[in-house]
T-cell receptor, first 117, second 115 residues
Framework: GAVVSQHPSWVICKSGTSVKIECRSL??????MFWYRQFPKQSLMLMAT?????????EQGVEKDKFLINHASLTLSTLTVTSAHPEDSSFYIC?????????????FGPGTRLTVL | AQTVTQSQPEMSVQEAETVTLSCTYD???????LFWYKQPPSRQMILVIR??????QNATENRFSVNFQKAAKSFSLKISDSQLGDAAMYFC????????????FGKGTHLIIQP
């Protein structure tokens, strides 16, 4: 149980275009999902908290107009990187918490590698 | 705000031996959780072990156990009988808000297993 998927696993795009990344909870309903960013050989940094049916909460320094998050259903959250630039190239990872069993524990998706040319 | 510090960028251990990874944290929260996650080359984050701060008993999961010293704000991970499959990056993480908040991660420790 507690499986989280991400799509795509790898994407290359041109500078100035937008890219959408999907995060799905496959076998449970996730009222809260999280988006992290990981640069090469670095740790995970929380970008935003996504709550179903409400606006996302962004961490300080994360541009909400650049990283659009939508959590329209209990099993799907999306992260759209708008007008992507090479400095947005990174590994993006989502996670979800299982609200009933262990609400404090996050289960992670496999990540999406974004390369902006 | 909380901080998590992992002071060992890299550790090496012989197969079948025991290794301890260090983690310290700083917080003003009274209700929180601590985790160790493993990230192999595939980059999939895998939960190794979790500890509730209100529990004095140290968590154990098979070959993995923690030494949780709340007063010292220390949370080390011990891996017994190290196996080649244990080779990975290990991240210590802090969570609070009953799970409603995102996690704060340390910088990680790269664990090498020598055959």
């Amino acid at each position: 149980g507690a499986v989280v998927s991400q799509h795509p696993s790898w994407v290359i795009c041109k500078s100035g275009t937008s890219v959408k990344i999907e995060c799905r909870s496959l076998d449970f309903q996730a009222t809260t999902m999280f988006w992290y960013r990981q640069f090469p050989k670095q740790s995970l940094m929380l970008m935003a908290t996504s709550n179903e049916g409400s606006k996302a909460t962004y961490e300080q320094g994360v541009e909400k107009d650049k990283f659009l998050i939508n959590h329209a259903s209990l099993t799907l959250s999306t992260l759209t990187v708008t007008s992507a630039h090479p400095e947005d190239s990174s590994f993006y990872i989502c996670s979800a918490r299982v609200p009933v069993e262990t609400p404090d524990t996050q289960y992670f998706g496999p990540g999406t590698r974004l390369t902006v040319l | 705000a909380q901080t998590v510090t992992q002071s060992q960028p890299e550790m090496s251990v012989q197969e079948a031996e025991t290794v301890t990874l260090s983690c310290t944290y700083d917080t003003s929260e009274s209700d929180y959780y601590l985790f160790w996650y493993k990230q192999p080359p595939s980059r999939q984050m895998i939960l190794v072990i979790r500890q509730e701060a209100y529990k004095q008993q140290n968590a154990t999961e098979n070959r993995f156990s923690v030494n949780f010293q709340k007063a010292a704000k220390s949370f080390s991970l011990k891996i017994s009988d190290s196996q080649l499959g244990d080779a990975a990056m290990y991240f210590c993480a802090f969570g609070s808000g009953g799970g409603a908040d995102g996690l704060t991660f340390g910088k990680g420790t790269h664990l090498i297993i020598q055959p």
